[in-house]
């Protein structure tokens, strides 16, 4: 028994995450095709546009998928009525406080999970009565918390205190890393990076390009004073670098950081000015796949490696 | 086959940390004892002192143990001569540049180890010659390097380019996070924190409580201007911290670290001003135990973890 595969009837405990300006319909609708769970990621939508990547959705898969938001969106009651409109079946909160929502979503039948960084704010999701936590650790791209917790120690400590599914993030790019993941407790597993990366996504080329190009000290966890972000270090970032040896206050970084630069990175390909965000298991990937390929790989290299254990015993 | 156990002529793949002020005879001995491999860490010693400990493990244990060597030691070649003299048969080495006395130590027989937090350092281990390698993740206690690459990301990157065996380090602490390391790519593990807890640890009884009461978000990677260190937030860590916002340069980061804070925290048990040097994995340490005690809960945890995942299936 798999309880984040029954949750949401699908094939593959995968999630794929729903990442501003690369999930849009066409990622969600092929990763749902091919066996995980597909999200959109709404944070980058003005409702209509929303609104319009369900729809697409609809048509182009009759599997289960679901949409990702931001709480901190500031239309977010915009999206959650086009939510119930579409008559979605599965929500996954972060970035924000899920107390508000979660009853409203439930209340329409909708499962609901949410994001956390760290174990408060797991006990926290549990008792508001999400159904499963998405477990994030320091290594994951994009928006994160500020502990500084790694996956590895991250997971048991939840575990350990936490009887709903658990799916792990942060780090997680291959079938030996969704067996580490579920070692250390977790039930299913969401993936961002490797996603971000495929063709599929509707990132800018040059960003995926940027992904693929990655090494292993190519990424950091900043801006933690505003909200930290794990990005791609780039020349926007070394202006956030110098600032902060210039000993920048808040409210300087948040002028410098301005608006839209995720856009400007990730969708329109700017490699220069744009906020490149993206998790440090970019160092592993090394070439721009199809979902259908990705998740071939993902499930074989689970596989393979649980076959390699076996051979070992203590 | 393991080549681990191999390497070493041990029964588990499970070595304890080379750790200044925890790691003396006693600890050494008893996980050698275990079936693992203990290692003396000579950083904290002076050459009469560490050849004090090799003679009393010697007498404690005729299983294989080895000697932690931190690189940048002052006396590092008296610490040579004392292991060449005992004919200690294992050097972990750490903390600096293992061009230098790699071929010295392996000319009289002397496996060689060296600890590294990059792939990058893993390449010039490897072309130098050592016999295996300890990769170290950012949640790991104590010394570490600067690029903040977690265990989970670090250890697969490593593993695509590496043929000599891993020990993988950081947020290790159970039998789960054995076999997520082992899924990784890893062949053992290196375990500091929870070795440092135990009762045959040399560490004073209050730094072992402050392991056993440290929750997820109580230890920082700091001082990364000088030599980064992961360790317990006290007050002294509040001066850091206070520094750090007034801009302080490294020298004066140096000053206010000043001499002996290792020892004043570890081996003296001063929680205030003392330099508590742990892993990330100290949250999940809740009870100091024995050495025993502590190797059963690993290798019985792993075969649980192992059968319980043998239920699943992709």
């Known amino acids: 028994m798999n309880r984040v595969k029954e949750l949401f009837g699908i094939k593959y405990p995968i999630i794929q995450g729903g990442m501003l300006w690369c999930s849009g319909w066409r990622l969600a609708s092929a990763v749902s095709n091919a066996g995980g769970l597909g999200l959109i990621g709404s944070a980058s939508m003005y409702p209509d546009v929303l609104d319009e990547h369900i729809t697409?959705?609809?048509?182009?898969?009759?599997?289960?998928?679901g949409v990702n938001m931001a709480l901190l969106y500031p239309k977010i009651e915009e999206h959650i009525d086009v939510i119930i409109k579409q008559e979605v079946k599965i929500v996954f909160t972060s970035a924000g406080n899920p107390a508000k929502y979660t009853s409203v979503l439930k209340e329409k039948g909708i499962k609901?999970?949410?994001v956390v960084p760290?174990?408060?704010?797991?006990?926290?999701?549990?008792?508001?009565?999400?159904?499963?936590?998405?477990?994030?650790?320091?290594?994951?791209g994009g928006h994160n918390g500020k502990d500084e917790i790694t996956t590895i120690c991250l997971i048991p400590l939840v575990k350990?205190?936490?009887?709903?599914?658990?799916?792990?993030?942060g780090g997680i790019g291959s079938g030996e890393a969704i067996l580490a993941a579920f070692a250390l407790g977790a039930e299913g597993v969401q993936i961002g990076s490797r996603f971000a990366a495929s063709k599929e996504s509707s990132a800018h080329i040059n960003f995926k390009k940027a992904i693929v190009n990655a090494v292993e000290n190519d990424t950091i966890l900043t801006l933690k004073e505003l909200a930290p972000v794990r990005l791609l270090k780039n020349p926007f970032y070394t202006k956030i670098f110098?600032?902060?040896?210039?000993?920048?206050?808040?409210?300087?970084l948040k002028i410098l950081l301005g608006r839209g630069r995720a856009?400007?990175?990730?969708?329109?390909?700017?490699?220069i000015e744009g906020e490149l965000e993206i998790g440090q298991v970019s160092a592993q990937i090394n070439e721009i796949k199809s979902v259908q390929e990705i998740m071939e790989e993902l499930t074989e290299g689970f596989k393979r490696v649980k076959n390699n254990l076996n051979n070992f015993d203590f």
């Open 118 to 140: 760290n174990l408060r704010f797991a006990e926290k999701a549990v008792n508001v009565g999400v159904d499963a936590i998405v477990v994030e650790g320091f290594e994951a």
């Open 242 to 252: 110098d600032a902060y040896k210039k000993g920048a206050t808040p409210e300087e």
């Open 112 to 114: 609901v999970v949410h």
């Open 160 to 169: 350990k205190e936490i009887n709903i599914p658990i799916i792990a993030a």
């Open 56 to 65: 697409k959705c609809k048509k182009a898969t009759d599997k289960p998928f």
């Open 263 to 271: 856009k400007k990175g990730i969708f329109e390909g700017d490699l």
